[in-house]
């Protein structure tokens, strides 16, 4: 019996040991000459930790677009960060107006840190209905209200 309880734990280490041995990584290909200019790269810097702003948030923008494209009306939105802090999660509500009464709209948020002096580009779709008369846009973000300016060109 003790044997055989031998025999098969020797068959099972063996195993394994096989399984392992294949699973290792293969052999690789001999270095090229491009392969010297890629380590010389310096590799990336770590992330750093960015400080949110707390309070409100100054923000101009201006629109780009705003045009009817298949059963959809795309706005597309520029917007500029005047604080001295990054803003967080920055939130763009779009509303259509017809006889007083929001009609339709949609939401876009920028999930990234959005840094002080940066630009980016908003694009809200909204179903199209007839006889839409205006839109209009509201700003919010993560750590407090936003103070919009309507701008032609950025300063």
């Known amino acids: 019996?003790?044997?055989?309880a031998f025999a098969s734990s020797v068959a099972l280490l063996l195993t394994c040991v096989a399984a392992v041995h294949a699973q290792s990584k293969p052999a690789q290909a001999p270095a090229t000459k491009a392969a010297p200019a890629a380590a010389a790269a310096a590799p990336a810097a770590p992330a750093k930790f960015v400080k949110m702003l707390k309070g409100t948030a100054e923000i101009q923008f201006m629109q780009v677009s705003s045009k009817k494209i298949g059963d959809d009306i795309v706005t597309?939105?520029?917007?500029?960060?005047?604080?001295?802090?990054?803003?967080?999660?920055?939130?763009i509500d779009e509303y259509w107006y017809k006889d007083g009464a929001v009609a339709t709209g949609d939401s876009e948020s920028y999930r990234k840190p959005f840094m002080p002096g940066e630009i980016i580009e908003m694009t809200m779709k909204s179903p199209?209905?007839?006889?839409?008369?205006?839109?209009?846009y509201q700003f919010s973000h993560a750590g407090g209200k936003v103070d919009v300016k309507r701008v032609k060109k950025f300063e």
């Not at 199209?128 to 209009?136: E, I, R």
């Open 1 to 4: 019996m003790k044997r055989f």
């Open 128 to 136: 199209f209905k007839p006889s839409l008369q205006s839109s209009q």
């Open 76 to 91: 597309v939105l520029k917007v500029k960060n005047l604080s001295p802090q990054a803003v967080s999660l920055l939130k």
